[in-house]
Every structure is written in C-alpha cells, then in structure tokens.
C-alpha cells in the first residue's frame, strides 16, 4: 500500500532537484559539506562496497555519537553469534563518521547516509545490496524504508525510542507513519514506554519486542583509569581539587551554569568549571559570557602537551569526542540539554564514573536511566539553576554522601548490561528466517 508514500515521493523528488543547485553551489562557494558530497547523493565509494566480503550483509544505520556506540556494541556480538558476516556503517553527523572511523579502523567501512530521495537510496542499495537494514533507535526514513522493502530487504529498528516531545508530531500524520512502518519486520525497542508510542503510531503489535537499552553496554569496559591520570595531568588538575563539570550543555544553558558556578565559588572559591559543550562551535559565544562575568577561561585546544598549561579556573573543552574522560574528574558532574527542553544526556556515562549526577527535568530521553539512579538513591534531580546550585554545595559540604552517592551510581551502571546482546539476538533471527545464514 502507497497511497501516502506516492504524495512523499513527488514532494521530496521536487524538493531534491529544486535544491541540489542550490545546495551544490553553496558547498562550492563555502566549502562547506563539500566533503563526501558524492555519498550523501548515493554514488558510494567503490572501497566501501569491495569491503563487504562476507555474508549475510549487514548495513547499520547510526545517525552520530551516541548510536555509533550502540552499532559497536551489537555488532561485537554478531561477529560471535553470526560468524562471516560483514558489516556497513552509515552515519549522519561529520562527528559520528569520525567516532565511527576511530571505533572501527578497517574492519567495518563507513559512509555518509544517502538523503531520503529514491533515486539516491536505490543508488545506495544496488551497491550496497544488504541482505539486512538496521536502523537504530529513531531512524524512520520512508524512502529508504520503502526502497528496501521493494528490493527485499529485511529491516529492523533496533534499540528503538520514540521520545515524549516527538510521539505528538507523529501522531499527526499518523496514516503517513502507519504505512511507513509496515515496511519494517521487528521493531526491538528499549522501554514499554517506547513500545507503546510506534504501536501507536501504526507498527504492528506482533512485530515489537522490549530489549532494553544498548547504548550502555560498553559503559563498563570504557572506564579505564588511565584516562583519568591522564586528563589530570593534561588539565593540571590535583586529585583533591574540586571540579565542576557540565558535559554537554545547550544554548540557554550555560548562563546558568555560570550563576551556578558563581554561588559555588562563594563558599568553595578553589573549584574548577569545566564546560563541554554539546556544540563546539559555540565556544567564542560562551567565552564571552565568561569573560562578561570577569571570569577568565582557557580552551582545552591551547592546553597540554608543547602548549600552555592549565592556569584559569574556567576551562571550555573545544574538542571533539573527550566529554566522557572529563566526567572522571568532576567532582560534581551536570547532565546538560535537561535544563532546557532537549531530552537531557546520558546519565550513565558519568555514573560509571562513580560520581554523583545533577540533571535537570528535561531527561525524556533517558528515563529508563533516570529511573534506576533516583531508586537507587545514586543521583540528583534538580528544578532549575537555584536547586543546582543549593545541592551541589550540599554535597561539597558532605564528601561522605558525595562518595556514597556515586559508589551506588556506579553499581547501577554497571547493573544495565546485555542489552546489546538482546537485540543482536533479534538481528539473527531475522537472517535465520530470511534463510541468509
């Protein structure tokens, strides 16, 4: 059944060829996106293709950072469970492809995602030739899907979330997404909760499985010591300093990480802040909130090795790809895009640490975390800028509870383990139906 999809199909088609001149006189004339321009239209390098040389195949689709964790996690099972498989990775972002290349080497080679036009996934998928299409988490792309299922593809949707700030939107077009999803053959979500929303928004019942969530899986085995020796050194940092950390943060909310900060220093005037912002472009903006507040800050990329070493108080990290190794020296860890409305960041990732984990009541997309650090008594939900600011001084106050807080953050995290596992357990199951063993 079409009768939606054919509407898409011309007004994505229009939009294409009215844009691509646009589009490729901009790259031209910036240099911007100019880079694999070729991949994102579908002409795929001939290398990426050469590198499948097992069966089945297998194309995973992440969008950035954190779904390449999730593809790496279940991708080392079914090297185990599926054995001669190959794999093909795609990615949204310029900073997933790099985590991606980083993460992978030469074993899996990785790509740019063709945009969502017909004619650039079919380009994709006839080189490619998959026998299995994952998509993970939130990744509902109807001419890809529809493209797939037409080539006979099986395709899954796996460590699936729907986000409360997003099931509204897709509700809307609720008989668009009905027939979107009766394209895919499993849905593993992570929560009922997410079950609940794509049942609702058309997926069919029979197809859906609860299979927890994935992207903590590698938690446990990243937090390596030595990455903590070895940003203290490069920072400068004693091991008794205080550290303020706000990891990811979000445009609206670094003002108020500064008030925060300012009401820390009045009783703990020695403590460090170290903002990492979800952007990094972003870096000049907040330097100058900083510097209006008569506060002095340094960025990370003009310290360390044969550079200058760590001297102000304030320090913005301008690099990509460090936030998780500057949790392991917070001393009071901040969750970010939670006090703006943005879904919050993984809380596990400074849990892990052992450290204590603030977050605001923005945290939609990490509930199924939220919820077992706040039973487990292992972190600290605040309402805004005021309640942060009151209870990380609480807490300095109070190394006892500091440290008891983040003994138990830690054992909750390393608690959420295998589901990695479960959905790759999905995965094979659909090759073993398919017959592509």
């Known amino acids: 059944m079409r009768f939606f999809y054919r509407p898409y199909q ?15 006189g ?33 194309w995973i689709h992440a969008v950035s950072l954190g779904e390449v964790k999730v593809a790496a996690a279940i991708i080392n099972v079914l090297k185990e469970t599926v054995p001669g498989c190959s794999f093909i990775l795609s990615t949204m972002t310029e900073h997933g492809r790099e985590m991606a290349e980083q993460t992978f080497r030469e ?4 790509i740019y995602a063709p945009v969502d036009f017909w004619g650039s996934v079919r380009k994709a998928l006839l080189m490619v030739r998959p026998d299995v299409m994952v998509f993970l988490e939130t990744e509902l792309w109807p001419a890809w899907l529809f493209e797939a299922r037409r080539m006979g593809i099986k395709i899954a949707l796996i460590n699936g979330r729907i986000s409360v700030r997003s099931i509204g939107g897709y509700l809307k077009l609720r008989p668009f997404f009905r027939e979107v999803l009766e394209n895919l053959d499993v849905f593993s979500m992570i929560l009922e909760e997410d079950a609940a929303r794509i049942r609702s928004m058309g997926a069919d019942p029979r197809k859906i499985e609860i299979n927890g969530n994935a992207k903590y899986d590698l938690l446990g085995s990243s937090a ?29 909310e670094e003002e108020m990480i500064l008030d925060v900060y300012e ?10 802040l170290i903002i990492v912002p979800r952007h990094i472009e972003r870096t000049p903006v907040i330097a100058s909130m900083i510097d209006r507040r008569g506060l002095n800050c340094q960025l990370r990329t003009d310290i360390g090795q044969d550079k200058a070493e760590r001297t102000e108080k304030v320090i913005i990290i301008n690099t990509f790809g460090e936030l998780f190794k500057v949790y392991s020296i917070g001393t009071i860890v901040f969750c970010g895009a939670s006090l703006v409305p943005l879904g919050g960041q993984n809380p596990l990732e400074p849990a892990i640490w052992g450290k204590v984990v603030f977050y605001g009541p923005s945290m939609e997309d990490f509930l199924d975390a939220t919820s077992m650090l706040e039973e487990a008594e292992a972190a600290v939900p605040v309402s805004g800028p005021e309640m942060l600011a009151d209870k990380a001084i609480w807490f300095l106050e109070h190394p006892e509870a500091l440290n008891e807080y983040g003994e138990r953050a830690k054992e909750e995290a390393l608690k959420n383990q295998g589901a990695a596992e479960k959905h790759a357990r999905v995965i094979k199951k659909l090759i073993d139906d398919s017959g592509n063993a």
């Open 107 to 110: 074993d899996v080679p990785v």
């Open 224 to 252: 390596e010591p030595v990455m903590e020796a070895e940003m203290r050194q490069i920072l400068n940092l004693d091991p008794s300093q205080r550290v303020f950390v706000a990891g990811s943060t979000r445009e609206g």
């Open 263 to 272: 009401k820390i220093l009045e009783r703990f005037p020695e403590t460090i």
């Open 10 to 24: 011309a007004l994505s088609s229009g939009l294409f060829v009215f844009l691509l001149p646009v589009f490729w």
């Open 26 to 58: 901009y790259t031209r004339i910036t240099g911007r996106h100019r880079r694999h321009l070729e991949e994102r239209l579908g002409f795929l390098p001939k290398r990426a293709a050469r590198g499948l040389s097992g069966s089945p195949r297998i």
